[in-house]
């Protein structure tokens, strides 16, 4: 699975506090007609339209949608795509964000034998950054892991997108691996970061 990573707290325009405080939002697992809108923002948080990426979206965006719709039409046992909607207005819901969990097996990052839940793609529409939008969605993906019987949850950020960093660390995730190869040295790429968060036993 191709993960993207998105910069939760990135410069764009949002709505207003007085506009947020009356929104109301939803999440729930995505379907395929969401497939568009997913596609969408995942193309425009992680590669958007300057420079290179600028000729090159509409195939970006492309490859995203085919490669979301094949996971949604033939899903592992353990795997969700969620969404997260303004239902502000009945009769127009928007898609705003967006991400993926699935169980991964048999990884050296982890332990070789073990399945655990890998959290990807998470995404939020510009406008609607840093409205506790990501959190939920973050949120929503423990609360599938406890229900697949697991208490550990693992992801990947680059080490230079502080913003994302920060957000993840504030909902309980710490360092787990620092993890280099020859692109980081070659390409002067930013490295990745496995996090994890052992989530608390929910007791109801």
């Keep these: 699975m191709t993960s993207w990573f998105f910069d ?16 109301q939002f939803q999440i729930r697992a ?8 997913i596609a969408d ?41 969620l969404v997260a909607i303004d239902t502000t207005d009945a009769a127009n819901h928007h898609l705003v964000g967006t991400v993926e969990l699935g169980v991964r097996f048999s990884d050296s990052w982890i332990q070789a034998g073990k399945s655990f839940p890998y959290l990807s793609n998470l995404a939020v529409h510009p406008k609607y950054r840093r409205h506790g939008i ?34 993840y660390f504030k909902l309980g995730y710490k360092v787990h691996k620092l993890e280099s190869n020859w692109n980081t040295f070659i390409f002067k790429r930013s490295r990745q970061i496995l996090l994890h968060k052992h989530l608390r036993i929910q007791i109801d």
């Design 41 to 81: 923002i995942i193309a425009e948080s992680f590669h958007g339209h300057d420079g290179f990426w600028g000729w090159a979206f509409p195939l970006l965006r492309l490859g995203i949608y085919e490669d979301l719709k094949h996971r949604l039409s033939s899903p592992a046992p353990h795997h969700v795509c």
């Design 8 to 23: 939760p707290y990135h410069q764009e325009p949002v709505i207003s506090a007085a506009e947020q405080a009356s929104r």
């Design 134 to 167: 990501a959190s939920e969605l973050l949120i929503s993906c423990e609360k599938f892991s406890h229900e697949w019987g697991f208490q550990d949850l693992y992801l990947h950020v680059l080490e230079n997108n502080h913003h994302a960093r920060q957000l």
């Design 30 to 37: 995505a379907t395929p007609n969401d497939l568009t809108g």
